[in-house]
């Protein structure tokens, strides 16, 4: 949101009043030499100020070069979607800057309905500028979001005739176009009018995005990379616009027929082409990416722009035609490079290796759309659990149930104690174990009798690493590598007594302390990330007198759990408890020695105890369900 709000606040700047707009501040004459823009040294004519440009509707250009504009609509629309958005997202958390964003947005409307046409950036020095020669697409997403933010069908209907003006954005099955020829690369305003139309115009948007990606998909299906993008300027803008069609007609609609092509433009991105790099800065980690990006940034500063999406191979006729590009290095492609189409990664390339904007604004996009779907997915597999930092932290709340959770590294004074209480008590519980304390020889019998007496034993890792930093939960302490190899040998120490990964899908982490990578990184092992409910003390058993204000009493710890249940409505229903099953000798009051005490209150209180795959049985299928 502060990223968004900047973004705002700046086209509040270029739209300052409702007769006045501006599209560009610059042009060409910027781009002499290597610099960051706070050492710009340039003249303009006029001292070192930056000319700013009108949206004025006619062409324009200082020097020798013009664009040809013929109206400001396309800009208009596009500051009237991002205002109307903005208004929506702004509503609650800052009613007066909603307000604001909403009386823009309507004289952002209301401008561009004055000059219907193509507002282009103009040149100056060099031939080249943004052609865009389409505007009906940027109407009808701006009416789009004003429907949304206003209800007034007046939105709604000229949302329906822009759509009809432009139902193909016209670069899809074509081979070639100019230099953001038809921008943006994909329709936004049919998905967010397919939305919040009635059904007949919602199917016939629907249709139109189907019959785009048709068209790219025709093109492309016979090469092994379903190619069908035209390698035009900014190729890979495409090649993303195409994918997150492909993922928003899915989302609408539910048919995957074109998931193998959205796929294959991802892959392509990431390194699924002739030249075997990715094309997004840095990304994959440790993978082969590009590494000499045209930035100053990287090229004065050796700052890495990692995330950056690069403009993409370009036929070899642009190439070719190009002025001012001077590779600084030899082609180290030059064994895959064809009279077709050509791609460097070199900083002189400005053409097919410099990071871009709007490209890659489109991949975060979409690559979070993508995140968020998987999580929905997994989410609603049972979506009363409660989850945090991608783990469950609580069973269904409507259920008067609780699952009695131990982990245990290198203590285990309180085994027969619990077993003892357990028994008597007729309960399954979950004892989480590292590497370190199934390899002990000393609690060889006791895993053994455990598991025995039908309880649930799992993985606590090898080594109980702390994976994050304490202050910093973000911040990891451990490589996917690390982590990787220490949970598989914790499982290889716990083969030993029989017990399988199948048998054990459920991981709870080290010092019940994680991050949502770390819960990502189970589900790729094909695990289940769980955590201790929060709320009580009980996880606090491990303290001992020596740390002063920290240190929790067993008594304390016990009247935090009843406490809890009385305070709130649902009480412990769905709780993971989590206790040790030993603790440090010089803590001489034992928790566990209450345990029976507890357990009794608990089941006069109405309670019943579960073992914790029988209370989370949907959980541990719950990424194969969201994968498939």
């Keep these: 949101?502060?990223?968004?709000?900047?973004?705002?606040?700046?086209?509040?700047?270029?739209?300052?009043?409702?007769?006045?707009?501006?599209?560009?501040?610059?042009?060409?004459?910027?781009?002499?030499?290597?610099?960051?823009?706070?050492?710009?040294?340039?003249?303009?004519?006029?001292?070192?100020?930056?000319?700013?440009?009108?949206?004025?509707?006619?062409?324009?250009?200082?020097?020798?070069?013009?664009?040809?504009?013929?109206?400001?609509?396309?800009?208009?629309?596009?500051?009237?979607?991002?205002?109307?958005?903005?208004?929506?997202?702004?509503?609650?958390?800052?009613?007066?800057?909603?307000?604001?964003?909403?009386?823009?947005?309507?004289?952002?409307?209301?401008?561009?309905?004055?000059?219907?046409?193509?507002?282009?950036?103009?040149?100056?020095r060099a031939p080249y500028f943004y052609e865009e020669d389409n505007w009906v697409d940027d109407v009808e997403l701006a009416a789009a979001e004003l429907y949304a933010l206003t209800k007034n069908p007046m939105h709604l209907e000229y949302g329906r005739s822009s759509s009809i003006s432009e139902p193909i954005t016209p670069w899809m099955g074509a081979d070639t176009a100019r230099h953001y020829q038809w921008y943006p690369f994909m329709n936004i305003g049919h998905f967010e009018l397919a939305r919040i139309a009635p059904a007949g115009l919602s199917d016939s948007l629907i249709a139109f995005y189907r019959e785009g990606i048709e068209r790219v998909w025709q093109r492309g299906k016979d090469n092994p990379f379903l190619m069908g993008v035209p390698f035009i300027w900014c190729s890979n803008n495409l090649v993303t616009a195409l994918a997150t069609q492909c993922y928003l007609y899915r989302s609408l609609t539910g048919d995957d027929r074109y998931l193998s092509l959205e796929a294959a433009m991802r892959d392509w991105l990431f390194g699924c082409n002739p030249w075997g790099v990715s094309m997004v800065i840095n990304l994959p980690q440790n993978g082969v990416t590009a590494h000499d990006p045209h930035s100053a940034f990287s090229n004065l500063y050796n700052y890495p722009v990692d995330g950056g999406l690069l403009d993409g191979p370009v036929y070899g006729s642009i190439y070719n035609k190009l002025k001012y590009v001077h590779l600084k290095d030899p082609d180290e492609f030059a064994a895959f490079q064809s009279e077709l189409v050509v791609y460097h990664d070199d900083v002189g390339d400005y053409a097919?290796?410099?990071?871009?904007?709007?490209?890659?604004?489109?991949?975060?996009?979409?690559?979070?759309?993508?995140?968020?779907?998987?999580?929905?997915?997994?989410?609603?597999?049972?979506?009363?659990?409660?989850?945090?930092?991608?783990?469950?932290?609580?069973?269904?709340?409507?259920?008067?149930?609780?699952?009695?959770?131990?982990?245990?590294?290198?203590?285990?004074?309180?085994?027969?104690?619990?077993?003892?209480?357990?028994?008597?008590?007729g309960i399954k519980a979950a004892f989480f174990f590292t590497g370190n304390f199934y390899r002990n020889p000393e609690f060889a019998d006791l895993v053994r009798g455990l598991r025995a007496d039908g309880?649930?034993?799992?993985?606590?890792?090898?080594?109980?690493?702390?994976?994050?930093?304490?202050?910093?939960?973000?911040?990891?302490?451990?490589?996917?590598?690390?982590?990787?190899?220490?949970?598989?040998?914790?499982?290889?120490?716990?083969?030993?007594?029989?017990?399988?990964?199948?048998?054990?899908?459920?991981?709870?982490?080290?010092?019940?302390?994680?991050?949502?990578?770390?819960?990502?990184?189970?589900?790729?092992?094909?695990?289940?990330?769980?955590?201790?409910?929060?709320?009580?003390?009980?996880?606090?058993?491990?303290?001992?007198?020596?740390?002063?204000?920290?240190?929790?009493?067993?008594?304390?710890?016990?009247?935090?759990?009843?406490?809890?249940?009385?305070?709130?409505?649902?009480?412990?229903?769905?709780?993971?408890?989590?206790?040790h099953i030993g603790t440090h000798p010089s803590r001489t009051d034992k928790f566990y020695l209450k345990l029976g005490e507890l357990i009794d209150e608990l089941r006069a209180r109405g309670y019943g105890f579960r073992r914790v795959d029988e209370m989370l049985d949907s959980a541990s299928s719950a990424w194969r369900l969201a994968d498939a």
Excluded at 18 to 45: C, K, V
Excluded at 389 to 396: L, T
Excluded at 506 to 520: A, G, M
């Design 352 to 425: 097919t290796n410099e990071p871009t904007m709007d490209g890659t604004a489109t991949l975060i996009t979409y690559l979070a759309a993508i995140q968020q779907s998987v999580q929905q997915r997994k989410a609603a597999t049972n979506s009363a659990f409660t989850y945090a930092h991608g783990g469950i932290i609580r069973g269904d709340q409507s259920k008067r149930e609780i699952t009695l959770v131990f982990t245990g590294d290198e203590h285990a004074d309180g085994s027969e104690p619990i077993r003892q209480v357990l028994a008597r008590a």
């Design 455 to 579: 309880h649930y034993l799992g993985a606590h890792s090898d080594k109980h690493l702390l994976y994050c930093d304490w202050q910093k939960r973000d911040n990891l302490l451990v490589t996917h590598e690390q982590f990787e190899a220490d949970l598989k040998q914790n499982y290889v120490e716990m083969a030993r007594f029989g017990i399988t990964r199948q048998d054990a899908p459920f991981f709870l982490p080290p010092y019940e302390w994680c991050n949502r990578t770390i819960s990502e990184w189970c589900r790729d092992m094909e695990l289940t990330l769980i955590n201790f409910t929060p709320g009580t003390r009980s996880n606090a058993d491990y303290t001992t007198p020596d740390m002063g204000g920290r240190y929790i009493s067993s008594a304390e710890i016990l009247k935090s759990i009843l406490e809890y249940e009385q305070r709130h409505a649902n009480g412990l229903n769905g709780f993971i408890l989590l206790s």
């Design 1 to 124: 949101l502060d990223e968004a709000r900047w973004g705002l606040d700046w086209l509040l700047k270029m739209h300052p009043r409702p007769d006045w707009m501006f599209n560009q501040i610059a042009d060409d004459r910027d781009h002499r030499g290597w610099r960051l823009p706070t050492e710009d040294t340039t003249s303009y004519g006029r001292g070192r100020e930056r000319p700013v440009y009108f949206c004025s509707g006619e062409a324009q250009g200082l020097m020798a070069y013009k664009n040809r504009s013929t109206g400001v609509a396309s800009t208009a629309g596009k500051f009237a979607s991002a205002f109307a958005l903005g208004a929506e997202i702004f509503e609650t958390l800052d009613p007066d800057y909603a307000d604001l964003l909403r009386k823009r947005a309507l004289s952002a409307w209301r401008f561009g309905l004055k000059k219907p046409g193509v507002c282009q950036t103009a040149p100056c």
